[in-house]
């Protein structure tokens, strides 16, 4: 059966249909997220959020923007850099992760997608040495040795400065938090 | 499939995927060769959309999405359980209001099911026809003291019943969520969480009747959003003008 059919089904209601419709999918849509999150559980919660979606909201497919695997995979990326745009401690991981990640392109994506200001933030509770590091890093792109060899330092300062950085933007979870979570009636 | 400009990511990812015929797959290539934007884009679906035979989410997360599933079904039966005799019940009230004349008590603000439909972002599919539309009114959108950094602009569309707004300036909130609400003549009020993209976002509303609506505004929530507004107000928009 095509994706559009379960889709269809699942519009109806059809139990079966979403069974066939996340055992197509559950990896695909979990590896997108992970790619982006680097984090195991928020890439789960993520899967989740987008099943949830795709089973109540299947109505929202367009098929004149592309297939509905390439519905899903840009359905997950949204929802992948929403939670890193909300919740600091993961874009912190992230950032850690980026490091030693065989992914470039994508991180560079990821890094672009986040508002400047939330980094910026982040950035400037840090000592000098480790803001420039951290800088040099994701907007200038250089690698930890150019790095060294611009500011002068030793490699190995560098990448303390680096790892003590981001260690400390990892501690600073509160810090971007300029509204409190208070009120509400959920 | 260009929007902006700019190839659709939907189509880059079915194009990285081989499902795009051959002439739209070259177009996609000439397209790509010409444009930074594009060409990153690419790349990302392009290390994104390796898959990793190993790496699964766990046996337990469909049990998860099962057990959510569940209870939103059975909440919205027990939903349309309550509903039914309270049709009944809402024809003798309807009596009792006319007869005594209390149709101040309709003024009171209460959350109803919206008989309007909301797409946000890349779901919008309409918005040509509100440019250069002389039928189309527009306005600015108003922020209040506290989020001066947003800016936007609301479009009225008579002809297809239609509110567009395009807002800006939506500075990243932890741990909490941009609302919109959209109240009606009676004082019923419904809202829908904004989903923001890169500080902005598109919400469109196609309503049944424009007529029928007073005024939208924007609100900070906590995660996920609230029934009605709780928290600081961002922007307001007089659309009975």
Redesign the interface.
């Known amino acids: 059966m095509d994706d559009y059919l379960l889709l269809e089904q699942m519009r109806a209601g059809n139990q079966e249909a979403f069974d066939e419709f996340y055992q197509r999918y559950h990896q695909y849509i979990f590896q997108i997220a992970y790619k982006v999150l680097a984090n195991r559980p928020e890439a789960e919660d993520i899967t989740q959020e987008v099943f949830i979606e795709i089973y109540q909201r299947s109505d929202q497919y367009q098929a004149s923007r592309g297939s509905i695997k390439a519905w899903v995979a840009v359905k997950t990326r949204s929802r992948a850099i929403d939670r890193l745009r909300k919740k600091p401690e993961v874009l912190a991981d992230k950032l850690e992760d980026i490091i030693t990640n065989a992914s470039p392109a994508a991180d560079q994506f990821v890094i672009e997608k986040m508002e400047k200001d939330i980094l910026r933030a982040a950035l400037l509770q840090l000592p000098l040495s480790q803001q420039q590091a951290i800088y040099h890093m994701y907007y200038d792109q250089f690698t930890q040795k150019e790095i060294a060899l611009t500011t002068n330092r030793p490699l190995g300062s560098v990448k303390s400065s680096i790892r003590y950085g981001l260690q400390s933007l990892k501690k600073q979870k509160s810090l971007l938090r300029w509204i409190g979570s208070g009120g509400g009636d959920k | 499939m260009v929007k902006d400009n700019h190839i ?4 880059l ?2 194009y990285l ?1 081989g ?1 795009l015929s051959e002439s739209e797959a070259q177009g996609i290539q000439r397209h790509v060769e010409d444009c930074v934007k594009c060409q ?2 690419l ?7 390796e ?2 035979e190993d ?4 046996a337990k ?2 049990e ?2 099962d057990q ?2 569940l209870v ?2 059975s909440l919205k039966q027990r939903l349309i359980k309550w509903k039914m005799p309270l049709f009944g019940l809402a024809g003798v009230i309807v009596i009792v209001i006319l007869c005594f004349s209390l149709t101040d008590i309709l003024k009171v603000q209460q959350t109803v099911e919206p008989d309007y439909e909301v ?1 946000q972002n ?2 919008i ?1 309409s918005d040509q026809v509100f440019m250069n539309n002389p039928v189309v009114d527009s306005q600015p959108i108003k922020p209040y003291e506290d989020f001066d950094e947003m800016e936007g602009m609301v479009w009225i569309n008579p002809q297809t019943q239609e509110i567009l707004l395009e807002m800006e300036g939506l ?6 969520d941009y609302q919109i609400w959209i109240i009606d003549k009676n004082g019923n009020i419904n809202g829908d969480l904004i ?5 902005s976002a598109r919400v469109l509303y196609r309503v049944e009747d424009l007529s029928d609506f007073r005024i939208m505004k924007g609100s ?9 507004p ?3 107000e961002t922007f307001y928009v007089d659309i009975e003008k």
Not at chain 2, 43 to 49: C, G, I, M, S, V
Not at chain 2, 55 to 58: A, I, K, M
């Open positions: 659709s990511e939907e189509k990812v079915d995927q499902q990153q884009t790349a990302f679906w392009q290390e994104t959309l898959m990793d790496l699964q989410p766990s997360l469909k998860k999405i959510s599933l939103e079904r797409y890349q779901d599919m500075t990243n909130i932890y741990n909490n989903i923001v993209e890169n500080g900070v929530e906590p995660p996920g959003g609230s029934h009605r709780t928290g600081p």
